[in-house]
C-alpha cells in the first residue's frame, strides 16, 4: 500500500487544483454551455485528467509486478 500512496496523494491534491481550475472559469461565466466548443473542452479535459490517473495507475501496478 505504501508504494501507492504518492499516486494518491498527487491525482487527490491534483484533482482539487484541476476542479478548483474548472470551477472558477464556470462561477466568472467564462463558459458559455450552449457553445458545442466549450463542451468538448470540458469534456476533453476531464478525460485527459482521469486518462493520465490510469496510466499512471497501470504503470505503477506493471513496476510492482501487479498488473
Same mark, same amino acid.
Given at each position: 500500500?505504501?508504494?501507492?500512496?504518492? @499516486?494518491?496523494?498527487?491525482?487527490? *491534491?491534483?484533482?482539487?487544483? &484541476?476542479?478548483?481550475?474548472? #470551477?472558477?472559469?464556470?462561477?466568472?461565466?467564462?463558459?458559455?454551455?450552449?457553445?458545442?466548443?466549450?463542451? #468538448?473542452?470540458?469534456?476533453?479535459?476531464? &478525460?485527459?485528467?482521469?486518462?493520465?490517473?490510469?496510466?499512471?495507475? #497501470?504503470?505503477?501496478? *506493471? *513496476? @510492482?509486478?501487479?498488473?
Amino acid at each position: 500500500m505504501r508504494y501507492w500512496l504518492p @499516486l494518491i496523494y498527487q491525482f487527490t *491534491v491534483g484533482g482539487i487544483i &484541476f476542479g478548483i481550475g474548472l #470551477l472558477i472559469p464556470w462561477r466568472k461565466g467564462d463558459y458559455i454551455w450552449h457553445r458545442k466548443e466549450d463542451r #468538448l473542452t470540458l469534456a476533453a479535459m476531464i &478525460f485527459a485528467f482521469f486518462l493520465y490517473l490510469g496510466l499512471q495507475a #497501470l504503470w505503477t501496478a *506493471v *513496476v @510492482l509486478g501487479k498488473p
